[in-house]
Every structure is written in structure tokens, then in C-alpha cells.
């Protein structure tokens, strides 16, 4: 018997990647992610999102198709829609689309969401601008997922449509605990290497939200990737890149590179 429970885990497990074997970053503490994030960087965080989208606005003008790749709670997708675009926001975790979902209603704003990996989504040249930043490129563990996420990436745009993708540095990929807002917030980040190019993320940071303190932990896999690796897997799907640019996206411990579907 316990050898038939033994061989269906493992037939359960085989084929399995990092990815799906950990769990889905965020979803512990999705109730605290922007209120962590705002507290934490604060003018930083808002001009970070003001320069993106002026940048996505100097690619492509609304009314225009977007897909926002790690969209997490909408920082991007909710403004952009208000903007004009049409904005289809992909996110792996169920938790931050429901607080996107809540956020565009109260916005007033239609946004359409998926609660899918960027490897699974199936987009088939539907869109005119595609973004793929604020880190979202080390989530992807391996090199089938990383060359299958950038492949979908390429399938979604039409031709001539337009990326920006940030890809982070080596030196983002390091412990923190540094923050502004000290009196509603106690963050500390630590990211140990954990071989490959892998390393373990950890999140303990405690809120004061609605006058409680909060905690929100979280523990789970990035992984760092060589810019000539992204640029080289994007070619090859007919997306040729320029870059790194500026536009007031310096000091995010990234570089943002901009492409345009050729193929």
C-alpha cells in the first residue's frame, strides 16, 4: 500500500516545475501589498508609476489594446484603463486579482483580468502594447518557463506592437528592511542565495492598518537572469529591443528595455 500512495505522488510530480511546486508568491499577504509598498518607498513608488506609464503613453497612444503582465493589485492596469486604453491585467495570484477586481470598481474603470502565469496565457497577437516589469521576469525559475513566458509574451503583441520589460540587475536580489513610513510599518526582506542563479525570498513585515498591526509573511523563489538571456529569447520570437532606457526608471534596481514586434 504504501508503495502505490508512494508512485502516484510521484507520478503526480513529474513534469512539475520550481514554479508549480512553491507557493504562488503574495497570495499571504495581498490584504497589505499596497499599503506595504506605498509606506515603504513612498514618493519613490508613485513617481516609478507615473514615469511608467508616460513611457507606455510615448509607445502607444489610447485608445489601443494592453496586456499587463504581473499585474498584480493594477498599479498600472487601473490608471491605464482610466487613460483610455484597453487593458487585459494577467496575474498568477488569485488573491491580488481580487484586489485589482475590488480597486477597478471603485475606480470606475473596466479592466480585464486573468488569473493565469504569463507561460499559460494565450494572447495570439490581440494586443498593441504588452507590459512585463516591476521585476516580474524572476518569478520565471527555469529555462523552459522563462523561454515559454517570453514566447507568449511575443505571441500576444500584433505586429509592430510595442514592450516595455524591465529586467532586474544582480544587485536587486538582496536583503532590506529599510523603509519610510516607520511608525505604520516594519519591513524586512531577506533573499538568500540558494544556487543556480535561485534564491529564497523572504517577506516579514507587520502593518498598521485600520488600527491594527497586521502581519504578513511570505516565503517563496525569484530567480536572477542575464539581460543578454531575456533579449536573445525575445528576438528569437521576432521582438527586437532597445534599451536600457531612462525616463525617470532609474534607481529601481532594474533596466527597462523597450521592443516592437517584427515578426
Known amino acids: 500500500m504504501w508503495t502505490a500512495w508512494k508512485g502516484a505522488v510521484i507520478g503526480e510530480l513529474v513534469g512539475q516545475t520550481p514554479e508549480t511546486l512553491m507557493p504562488i508568491p503574495h497570495a499571504s499577504w495581498a490584504h497589505c501589498y499596497d499599503f506595504a509598498y506605498e509606506n515603504n518607498y513612498g514618493a519613490r513608488y508613485r513617481g516609478l508609476t507615473d514615469s511608467t506609464i508616460s513611457t507606455v503613453r510615448d509607445l502607444?497612444?489610447?485608445?489601443c489594446s494592453l496586456v499587463d503582465f504581473g499585474a498584480g493589485t493594477g498599479r498600472l492596469a487601473?490608471?491605464?484603463a482610466a487613460a483610455g486604453y484597453a487593458v487585459t491585467a494577467v496575474e498568477p495570484c488569485q488573491e491580488m486579482v481580487e484586489f485589482l477586481r475590488s480597486k477597478a470598481t471603485a475606480a470606475g474603470v473596466q479592466v480585464e483580468s486573468r488569473v493565469q502565469r504569463m507561460q499559460d496565457f494565450d494572447g495570439q497577437g490581440q494586443f498593441d502594447v504588452a507590459l512585463c516589469v516591476f521585476t516580474t521576469v524572476l518569478y520565471l525559475l527555469d529555462e523552459a518557463s522563462m523561454n515559454q513566458g517570453l514566447t507568449r509574451l511575443a505571441q500576444?503583441?500584433?505586429?509592430?506592437?510595442?514592450?516595455l520589460i524591465d529586467i532586474p540587475r544582480r544587485d536587486v536580489f538582496q536583503s532590506r528592511s529599510n523603509c519610510l513610513g516607520r511608525d505604520v510599518l516594519d519591513r524586512k526582506v531577506t533573499v538568500t542565495p540558494a544556487g543556480d542563479d535561485l534564491y529564497t525570498y523572504d517577506e516579514n513585515t507587520r502593518c498598521l492598518m485600520d488600527g491594527r498591526w497586521q502581519d504578513c509573511k511570505d516565503t517563496f523563489s525569484i530567480r536572477f537572469w542575464p539581460t543578454a538571456t531575456i533579449l536573445s529569447v525575445l528576438q528569437q520570437n521576432g521582438v527586437e529591443c532597445e534599451g536600457p532606457i531612462a525616463a525617470g526608471l532609474q534607481g529601481t534596481g532594474a533596466d527597462?528595455?523597450?521592443g516592437r514586434k517584427t515578426g
Request: proline share 17%.
Open 60 to 63: 502607444a497612444s489610447p485608445p
Open 78 to 80: 487601473i490608471p491605464l
Open 156 to 163: 500576444s503583441l500584433k505586429r509592430a506592437g510595442r514592450l
Open 256 to 258: 527597462y528595455y523597450t
